[in-house]
């Protein structure tokens, strides 16, 4: 099962949106509305972000949005802030793997 | 509040064998899987294996099946993570992650707490 494929690197200016792609096949991100997302800071464990594509966790900022279409899905950070620069991981279910991660992303804030 | 603590850093020499552990608490340890994530140095994360500590049951990515071995024990609420012969390619940090869903009946397709990670160095 290869990793589901990230850009490796967005950036973007405090306050605005930028949207980071995941994207996988038609038997992964294409047949399961599973999709998660993870952000992690340096040297700390992966956090939840969002969680069956669109589901925001109780506590996370509702600047962070999911969504997914056929075999990719999204993450946009809406406002932009400093504390937003780490690493996202995109993971979804893949049948009889069954859970495949993204190749992670580094979100810069300029 | 749930909360997955991990046994401490290790620094092992190849060849040898490692159990490292996992320790839930705040909820009853039986009705949530627990899966293993490795990330290697400067690396992204792969998802190893879970086990359902209610039945032992285990599942494990084709990458690490036969490689290492997932247990778990119900009396102390404690999954592991064991190889029998490390290698410097094991180095890296693992973390254990509850894996659950959000509804009553379904499939657990996300990883919510993450333990705080286990450092583990193969170096000879």
């Known amino acids: 099962q290869s990793a589901l494929t990230q850009p490796a690197s967005v950036s973007g200016s405090i306050g605005q949106s930028i949207t980071i792609s995941c994207t996988g096949t038609s038997s992964d991100v294409g047949s399961y509305d599973v999709v998660s997302w993870y952000q992690q800071h340096p040297g700390r464990a992966p956090k939840l972000m969002i969680y069956?594509?669109?589901k925001r966790p109780s506590g996370v900022s509702s600047r962070f949005s999911g969504s997914k279409s056929d075999n990719t899905a999204s993450l946009t950070i809406s406002g932009l802030q400093a504390e937003d620069e780490a690493d996202y991981y995109c993971c979804s279910f893949a049948g009889s793997s069954p859970f495949v991660f993204g190749t992670g992303t580094t979100v810069t804030v300029l | 509040e749930v909360q997955l603590v991990q046994s401490g850093a290790e620094v092992k020499k190849p060849g040898e064998s490692l159990k490292i552990s996992c320790k839930g608490s705040g909820y009853y340890f039986t009705t949530r899987w627990i899966s293993w994530v490795r990330q290697m140095p400067g690396k992204g994360l792969e998802w190893m294996g879970r086990i359902d500590p209610s039945d032992s049951y285990t599942a494990y990515s084709p990458s690490f099946r036969g490689h290492v071995t997932i247990s778990a024990d119900k009396s102390l609420s404690t999954a592991y993570l064991q190889w029998t012969s490390l290698a410097a390619a094991d180095t890296a940090i693992y973390y254990c992650a509850i894996t659950r869903c959000s509804g009553g009946s379904c499939s657990p397709n996300f990883f919510d707490p993450w333990g705080q990670g286990t450092l583990v160095t193969v170096s000879s």
């Open positions: 069956e594509v669109f």
